[in-house]
Nanobody, 126 residues
Framework: VQLVESGGGSVQAGGSLRLSCAVS????????IGWFRQAPGKEREGVAC????????FYADSVKGRFTMSGDNAENTVYLQMNSLGPEDTGVYYC????????????????????WGQGTQVTVSS
């Protein structure tokens, strides 16, 4: 299994970015994809996640209404559309994959031993 993120960059507050996570190696749809971020000096935070087969999404309160996860099944890519960005959204964003998720997966389901991408930097200036 391989996850490759892209789409990070620098934007001004109020701007938008779309992150991509290219997923490969799974032989079934029984997995979930999560987006996490880590700001300097802070713990990793679960931002959003979705179950591939169930389709249920979860958003952290800090991003609800601003971030949207979506997927392109043909391209095996998961996106994180981020709007109304603020400096508090700055950090390294990672996508992760975990097998056999519950119907309503949350970020706590993902473990360090699951599959993780290399991360992409998002910097929002005020």
């Amino acid at each position: 299994v391989q996850l490759v993120e892209s789409g990070g960059g620098s934007v001004q507050a109020g701007g938008s970015l779309r992150l991509s996570c290219a997923v490969s190696g799974f032989t079934s749809d029984d997995y979930a994809i999560g987006w996490f971020r880590q700001a300097p000096g802070k713990e990793r935070e679960g931002v959003a996640c979705i179950g591939k087969s169930h389709g249920n999404t979860f958003y952290a309160d800090s991003v609800k209404g601003r971030f949207t996860m979506s997927g392109d099944n043909a391209e095996n890519t998961v996106y994180l559309q981020m709007n109304s960005l603020g400096p508090e959204d700055t950090g390294v964003y990672y996508c992760a994959a975990a097998i056999a998720p519950p119907p309503r997966v949350t970020p706590s389901f993902f473990a360090p031993s699951d599959y993780w991408g290399q991360g992409t930097q998002v910097t929002v200036s005020s």
